[in-house]
C-alpha cells in the first residue's frame, strides 16, 4: 500500500478510537486513491488516441509510475545526446477508464499527477482538461466537469518529450510518478491549502494553521473546520475547531495548536506529528486532510554556519538528480530509500534536489529519516541552455510552478532553503549559447567569463529585478525558509546577487574564493550549493596517485582510450576539485554553513568528461548500480563515528609492479601495512588537513594487512587478499522478504569470486539471469558509465568484479528464485519471498 493511504487510514482509525464523539458525525464519502495500475500505454503520435471510441486493445497494459526512455536502447544518435543519456525521446500515450455510478450532484473528482515528463495533455471523454510543460513539477485538474457520473468514462494522457535536447541530464520519459484519483464534496480543501507554520520557545510549541476552502457554488456556505494533532505514538496532543462562513469564491480560516514539552524534529530523531483537518457542515464531515510536520528552529548565521535548535551543525549533503539507475526515474520507494539510507550511512545529513522539485516521496523520506533539504527549481530560466529547454515556458508558467512547489513542499520539516535557480545564465548581463554543442553546455557554464558581462552600475537590470521576482513569490507562500540559488559566477556584480533577494549566499565550485566571501558579502550567510565535481571510477585505479588530472581539458572534444577516471581521489572536472581539497575547506571555515556535493550517485546522463559512447555521469561518490567508490569512506570517516579502515585498491597486479596503498581510516593515531606479514611502515596523518595515508610499494601476490592503533592498542583490523581464477558467482540481496504489491524490490549483489571466496577484481564475465516464481527482474547494471547494454534485460557483464539484479516483487505471495550463471562459473540461486 502506498504510503500515503497507509499514513491517512491509520490516522482516521485513531480518530475514531480517541474520540468517540466522532462516531455520531455522518463522513461524506471523500476518497484518496492511488491510480496507478491498469493503464494502457502505447509508444506513437495518434490524434485520435484521446477519443473514447480509440480502439487501444493492443495497447501494452501496465502500472504506473513508468518511465519509457529506461526501456530503450543507448544510441549515439538519439536526439537527446549523450548528455541525455543517449536513450530515446518520442511521444507517449496512456489511457484508463473510470466507471462510477454516482447519484450524489455534489461530488467532485479531482486527478493529481506526481509528476509527467513532460508536455502533458490530459483529457477526460475526449475533451482537453489541461496542459502542463514542466516535466518535474506535480499537477491537477478538477475533472468534474468532463466526467459522466453515472457510466464509463475514459480518461487519456499524452506525454510529449519528443523536442530534444531539453535537458542536460537524462530526464526520462512519460508518467513517472504517481498518480492519485481524489473524491470530495463541493466544499473542499484545496489540494496543498493547509499550510502549518510552527514556532519553539522556551520548551513551548505553537502549531499557526492556515486552511484554504474552495466552494464553487455560487452560495455562501457555513462549515466548521476541525483540527488535531497527533504525535509520532498517534496520541493527540492539540485540537481546536471553528465556524466560519464559506463564501462562493473559498476562504481561509485560521486556527493556533499549542503544544506542551514538544518533541523536536532533528537529525537523530526526526519526531513528526501528524495534523487532520475536517470540515463539517450540518452534522456532515465534507472533507478531511492530513499533513505531516514537525517542530525545528532553524537558522543561518553570518559567523558561526547553520544551526537546528540551536545546534551548530555542518551541512554535509550531495546533490542528487531524479533518476534512480537502472530503473530510470519511474520513482519507486525501496529504491530511493536504499540510496538515501547509503547517503545517511555515509555521513551525509542534507540532500539538494538538483535541480529541480523532487518526488513527494524523497521529502517524505527525508522527513522521517532525519535528512536536511534543500528544494530547487529550474535549471534555466529565460535565457536557455539547451535548444528545447525550460526556457520556451519560463515566462508563461514559471510564477505557477515555482508556486506550485512551494505550495506543496513547505509543510516538510526536512527543508531548511529555497533554491530558486542553478547557474542561470541570468547571473551575467549577456551570454550565447544556442550555438554550442550540447556536450560543450558543462565547458560554457563553468568557463571565466569578461568582466564586462557583469553589472557594474548599482541600478538593477532586467535579471536582477527577475530575481526579485521569483523570490517575492517565494516569500508570498512561505515567510519562514530562507531563499539561495546555486550560482556559478561568484563576484558581488552576479545580477543575483545585486539584486538583495537571495537571503544566503550560494557558491557553485570556486573553493579558492570561499576565503574572499565575508568582504564581498557583508552580513549574509554564505553555504556552499555545489562542489567538488571529482571524477572516479569504481575499480579502476590511476598511478601515480599523487598525480592530479584535471578531465576534461578546455578542448573539446576530449578522449582517453580507457573511458575511465581513477577511483583515487586524484581526478576532476577542470572547473572543480578533489574531495579532500573542499572538504578541508568547509571543515574549517565556521562561516560556511557547508556543502552540497556533486553528487551522491552516478546519474544517467552528463557523462563528463567524454562524449559517446559514456553515457551516464562520473562525478558519484557510489556508482549507478549503488556500489561505492573509495571515496565514499573518506566521507564515513570524517562525518560519522563509526569505526572506519578502508585500504584501496584490490590485489591484483603484475608482479614487480608499483602500487599505491591509500587508507582512510578513523579513531586511531596510526595505521601499519603488512604485505605477506612483512611491514611496510607506520602511516599517520601528521596534521587535521591530511584525510588518508599512502604506501608505494612493490606488488607480490599474497595479503595485504592494515592494522590501526590508538594509545599503542589495536583497534582495527583490515584483510585483502590476491584472487584466484575465477570460481563462482556469489549473490547477496539486500532483502529477502519482500512485499506481494508488485512494486516492492530486492536489490542482489553479484560477485564473480575465486574458489575461497575472494572477488576478482578484474572479472567481466557475462552473468545471464533467470528468475521463476511470483516476481520480475525489473533491472540489471554494472556501474559501467559507458556499457551499452540495456538496464532492461536478464543478463550483465561484470564490471570490476561485479555487477547488480533488481528483483521485483510481482502482487501474489511467492518464494523466487533468482538463478545467475556465467561460462566456466558454478552458477548460484537464492531465494526471495514476497508475502
Known sequence: MNPKRISFFRFAICSLLLLPSFLCVKSYAFERHLWDEGWRFALHNDDKAHETTFDDHAWRVLDLPHDWAIEGDFYALNPSGANGGALPGGIGWY?????????????????????????????VNGQLVGVRPYGFISFSYDITPYLKKQGDNVVAVKVDNSKQPNSRWYTGCGIYRHVYLMKSSDIRIEEWGVQALTEVKKGKGKVSLNTKIENPSDRSRRVIVHQTLWNKAHLMVSKASKACQVEANGATISQLLNVNKPQLWSLESPNLYTVTTEIEENGRILDRDTISIGLRNVAFDVKKGFFLNGKNIKINGVCLHGDLGCLGTAINEDALYRQLLMMKDMGVNAIRCSHNPPAPELLNLCDSMGLLVMDEAFDSWMQGKTTYDYSIYFKTWAE?????????????????????????????????SATVALEDVNILLNNSRDKTLLSTTDTLNASAKLTQFLAAIVRRYDPTRLISAGCNEVSPNNNLFKSGALDVIGFNYHQKKVADVPQNFPGKPFIMTETVSALHTRGYYRMPSDSLYRWPTHKRPFTEPSFMCSSYDNSCAYWGSTHEQTWDI????????????????????????????????????????????????????????????????????????????????????????????????????????????????????????????KNGKQVNEKTIRTAGAPHHIRLTSNRNVLKANGRSLSFVTVEVVDKEGNLCPWADQNIQFSLTGEGKIAGVDNGSPFSLERFQANSRHAFFGKCMVVVQAGKAPSVIKLTAKGVDLQPQTIEIKSE
Open 400 to 432: 505557477r510552478d515555482l508556486r506550485d512547489m512551494v505550495l506543496r513542499d513547505r509543510n516538510h520539516p526536512s527543508i531548511i532553503l529555497w533554491s530558486i535557480g542553478n547557474e542561470v545564465l541570468e547571473q551575467w548581463n549577456k551570454t550565447k
Open 95 to 123: 489511457r484508463k477508464h473510470l466507471n462510477l455510478n454516482d447519484n450524489d450532484a455534489s461530488s467532485r473528482y479531482v486527478l493529481h499527477f506526481d509528476g509527467a515528463y513532460m508536455n502533458t495533455s490530459v483529457y
Open 586 to 709: 568547509v571543515k574549517h571555515t565556521p562561516y560556511c554553513s557547508g556543502q552540497f556535493i556533486w553528487t551522491g550517485f552516478d546519474y544517467i546522463g552528463e557523462p563528463t568528461p567524454f562524449n559517446f559512447p559514456a553515457r551516464s555521469s562520473y562525478f558519484g561518490i557510489v556508482d549507478l548500480a549503488g556500489f561505492p567508490k573509495d571515496v565514499y569512506y573518506l566521507y564515513q570517516s570524517e562525518w560519522t563515528n563509526k569505526p572506519v579502515l578502508h585500504v584501496c585498491p584490490h590485489w591484483n597486479w603484475i608482479e614487480g609492479q608499483a602500487i599505491d596503498l591509500w587508507c582512510y581510516y578513523n579513531q586511531a593515531d596510526e595505521v601499519e601495512l603488512f604485505i605477506n606479514g612483512k611491514s611496510q611502515g607506520v602511516r599517520k596523518k601528521s596534521n587535521e588537513h591530511e584525510y588518508h595515508v599512502a604506501w608505494h610499494v612493490t606488488y607480490e601476490p599474497g595479503e595485504v594487512r592494515v592494522v590501526a592503533r
